[in-house]
């Protein structure tokens, strides 16, 4: 993808006048401090919206229902970007639960931190919800007015559920401690090669509830990790040999 790289990485030189990618890539490595930041966030892709790939949405809501308030739940949303995956999470599990969701915990991660400070406004756009159901629109969110208009906000006790952090999935250890019920790692496993998607599926199973779900976006496939996960349909995995 060198023309997205590209395209990308100029706007860094353009900012630090400089012309010349090996003189940028030169003084990274010699003197990065805050530019790696800015680097990593300029190369990071950040596709998102309310309720994608909707048919996980229910069979998350089921499981959530089969655990019922039996123990506390754990939830992680490993690829969290601008915050709609992690905010359509927690308006299920008040769809699910209602208003008491005390055993409930949502934690979402991404590696930027430009994204995940648009998430922890938890502010969008109104076209970013047109797909949104018009119950939903009222139940979670409060339209903007005035200088605001044009806006709608996450509202406080949707945001309450969900705790933004910044992880690197690549990172030998995860700030995320188990055992998670639901781990939602949906269109990021797409950007490493297979062994690398092997050691970090090889990091979330010690992680998991035997019981519990991991969800994959749609054009992902982990069946070289069948040691690890196997495939209960419709890119949602369990624990091998656990169901």
């Known amino acids: 993808k060198k023309d997205m790289v590209y395209s990308r990485l100029a706007r860094r030189l353009r900012a630090l006048n400089q012309s010349s990618f090996n003189d940028y890539l030169d003084n990274l490595e010699r003197n990065g401090g805050d530019e790696w930041e800015r680097f990593v966030n300029s190369l990071t892709t950040n596709l998102t919206s309310f309720f994608r790939e909707p048919h996980h949405f229910p069979i998350f809501a089921d499981h959530l229902r089969k655990i019922g308030n039996k123990r506390p739940i754990k939830i992680w949303c490993s690829a969290a970007s601008t915050g709609e995956e992690p905010y359509s999470i927690a308006m299920t599990v008040l769809e699910t639960f209602g208003a008491d969701v005390s055993n409930v915990s949502i934690a979402a991660s991404d590696l930027d931190t430009n994204v995940l400070a648009t ?42 559920l969900v705790e933004f952090k910044r992880i690197n999935l690549l990172d030998s250890s995860y700030s995320v401690k188990g055992p998670l019920d639901v781990l939602f790692c949906r269109n990021v496993m797409i950007y490493f090669d297979k062994p690398t998607q092997y050691k970090i599926l090889s990091r979330f199973a010690p992680m998991m509830q035997p019981d519990g779900l991991m969800f994959a976006g749609h054009s992902e496939s982990f069946l070289h990790a069948a040691d690890l996960f196997k495939s209960l349909g419709k890119t949602v995995y369990a624990l091998a040999g656990h169901r």
Do not use: H, M, N
């Open 119 to 160: 998430a922890q406004k938890g502010i969008y756009p109104v076209d970013r919800l047109d797909k949104l159901s018009p119950e939903r629109l009222r139940r979670f969110f409060l339209r903007g007015t005035g200088s605001q208009e044009g806006f709608a906000a996450v509202r406080p006790e949707v945001k309450r």
